[in-house]
């Protein structure tokens, strides 16, 4: 079988806090606004190390540009674009945000959740069938990829995708399933060069490869939010993308996410760059599949995983709506209950070092976010009620209902090896700080 299989994942830049209830801010009727930094609680003076930061690794080429809003108390107290050529007030880049992409897909499935569409712990294939009779590996021959396998004790739920325990890997996190994966014809996230053209045509793949593990009984990182996305199209009898497009982005006012941009955007979708160990910023070639895709036409693989790309403001919209309890500019996208739901930890008892799995005391996972734990709450400032993660190409979110925050960063860099920038933009954020 012909495949092309391209990686375009992430790994979480920071650890977040653990669950609380997510609070309206009293702004629910209010579209984001511009405000003064001190009017949100934030001292003018701490953000403008802000611009000095940025301005140091574009200076030393360890990115190429960048960037941040800030929403704090429900207004924008700061927005800001970086490039050699300075600092300037916020733009309209578009970015690929990878993975960022998860957090809308589990919204979406969880208004349908709300619906009384299907049940939490419901099997996947009541809804999917492609899902009967999975099989968990065994045993691999790297040599020649054959393997073994045997029938999985038990059904792969739709809390399992939401909070990464169907089994269902990314080849970076497995190397014995990328083997696997290439041979089979698995679309990880970027459908190129392949006779998978569809999310439906990647679910008969998929259920016919086994699973890393036992359904249930560990966090493993990977392509379940892609087939999260594939059951919000069968449940609502939408294309994912139409699905997105009505209950969300209209609703959000996100008028430039999509999975593919239309030519007329196209001219502002921000370049892709790299960090290579012989030269510290090279341009990815325009023709390559990760500069490329997101601006093809005609494409019906909307990846939920990983195929979004949107701008800073558009999605600091999502995330403000997450602050105000699922409601944006009178629109109730989710109902609060729920994002209490999603922001609990799914892990508990789950995740231990002698299953395989992380830490529980370093890692904790809702509903399709990242949580916080003691341990990450001792390491930085912040609050446990923080929830975030990140995008392959480097970008990184979080939201901070204690704090009445949200925290939006875009860069394009893929390989990245200064994540350490991010965590001093957090420091220099909550020390900014004067309420």
């Known amino acids: 079988m012909r495949k092309s299989i391209l990686l375009i994942l992430t790994i979480p830049f920071t650890l977040l806090s653990s669950c609380s209830s997510p609070s309206s801010n009293g702004n629910n009727s209010a579209t984001l606004n511009p405000v003064h930094p001190e009017s949100a609680g934030l001292n003018p003076g701490s953000l403008e190390m802000l611009d000095n930061l940025f301005g140091e690794y574009i200076d030393k080429q360890a990115i190429a540009s960048a960037e941040v809003i800030i929403v704090r108390n429900g207004g924008i107290a700061y927005h800001k674009s970086f490039s050699p050529e300075g600092a300037v007030g916020g733009q309209d880049s578009i970015y690929r945000i990878m993975s960022m992409t998860k957090a809308i897909t589990s919204v979406a499935a969880m208004q349908l959740y709300e619906q009384g569409k299907f049940l939490l712990d419901d099997a996947l294939e009541n809804y999917i069938p492609e899902f009967r009779n999975m099989q968990v590996l065994e045993s691999l021959n790297k040599s020649d ?55 439906a045509d990647n679910m008969k793949v998929l259920g016919n490869v086994p699973l890393l593990h036992e359904p249930g009984t560990r966090y493993t990182y990977g392509v379940s939010t892609d087939v999260l996305g594939y059951l919000v199209e069968v449940v609502s009898g939408k294309r994912f993308d139409r699905y997105l497009d009505d209950h969300i982005f209209k609703p959000l006012d996100m008028d430039d996410s999509y999975f593919f941009v239309p030519a007329e955007k196209a001219d502002r979708m921000a370049k892709v760059f790299a960090n290579t160990r012989e030269d510290p910023l090279v341009k990815m070639d325009e023709d390559s599949p990760m500069a490329r895709y997101h601006s093809m036409t005609d494409e019906l693989f909307f990846a939920g995983g990983a195929g979004l790309s949107t701008t800073a403001k558009d999605y600091a919209r999502f995330l403000q709506m997450l602050l105000n309890g699922g409601e944006y500019n009178g629109n109730r996208i989710v109902g609060p209950k729920t994002i209490d739901l999603m922001v609990t930890n799914q892990l508990a008892r789950i995740n231990t070092p002698s299953e395989g799995g992380p830490d529980e005391r370093e890692f904790a996972f809702g509903l399709g976010f990242e949580l916080g734990t003691d341990d990450s709450y001792r390491r930085k400032p912040g609050s446990y009620n923080r929830y975030s993660w990140g995008g392959a190409l480097s970008t990184t979110y979080w939201w901070d209902t204690e704090n009445d925050l949200a925290v939006v960063g875009m860069i394009q860099m893929l390989p990245f090896f200064h994540n350490d920038m991010w965590e001093k933009i957090e420091v220099i954020i909550y020390g900014a700080m004067t309420e």
Not at 154 to 180: C, N, V, W
Not at 186 to 195: F, M, N, R, S
């Open 145 to 199: 990829s054959t393997y073994t396998s045997r029938p999985a004790r038990r059904k792969i739920t739709i809390r399992d995708l939401l909070r990464h325990t169907s089994g269902l890997a990314y080849g970076f996190t497995s190397p014995e399933m990328q083997i696997i994966y290439n041979k089979e014809g698995v679309v990880e996230a970027i459908a190129l060069d392949t006779e998978v053209r569809t999310l």
